[in-house]
């Protein structure tokens, strides 16, 4: 479902700025704030995916978002994981000071190759 909003070009720049302070795009923070009963149970997103890292993967063990979420990975929905994909590095390229991008990895997802970024906690 889409939903149109209006904003003012002060009003676009304020969310942009609030948005990139914590390593959302707009879309994701604005999901954030309407803080929905459904959006809390999403696991496929930023917040989730950091927290799942800094919890239960080994520190300075490679992963990517595939390895990480392991057999939940299968139940994302198409272009959902690609969302996923560009917002984690986002967050860590500009937020996340605990991780590091590495090299891509090549893996196989429903029987097909895909290049997917590689992280590591530092901390």
């Given at each position: 479902?889409y939903?149109k909003?209006?904003l003012?070009?002060?009003?676009?720049?304020?969310?942009?700025e609030?948005?990139?302070e914590?390593?959302l795009?707009?879309t994701?923070?604005?999901?954030?704030?309407?803080?929905?009963?459904?959006?809390?149970?999403?696991?496929f997103?930023?917040e989730y995916?950091?927290?799942?890292?800094?919890?239960?993967?080994?520190k300075?063990?490679?992963?990517?978002?595939?390895?990480?979420?392991g057999?939940?990975?299968?139940?994302?929905?198409?272009?959902?994981?690609?969302v996923?994909?560009?917002n984690?590095?986002?967050?860590?390229?500009?937020?996340a000071?605990d991780?590091?991008?590495l090299?891509?990895?090549?893996?196989?997802?429903?029987?097909?190759?895909?290049?997917?970024?590689?992280?590591?906690?530092?901390?």
């Open positions: 479902m939903f909003l209006l003012t070009e002060e009003e676009n720049m304020e969310l942009e609030k948005a990139k914590i390593g795009d707009k994701a923070y604005i999901k954030k704030c309407l803080k929905l009963e459904a959006s809390g149970k999403n696991i997103t930023v995916a950091a927290n799942l890292a800094r919890t239960k993967w080994p300075g063990v490679p992963f990517t978002l595939c390895e990480l979420y057999d939940d990975w299968g139940k994302i929905q198409n272009g959902v994981a690609g996923l994909g560009r984690f590095y986002k967050f860590v390229k500009t937020t000071t991780f590091v991008i090299e891509k990895k090549e893996v196989i997802i429903a029987g097909q190759k895909r290049m997917q970024n590689q992280y590591v906690i530092n901390k």
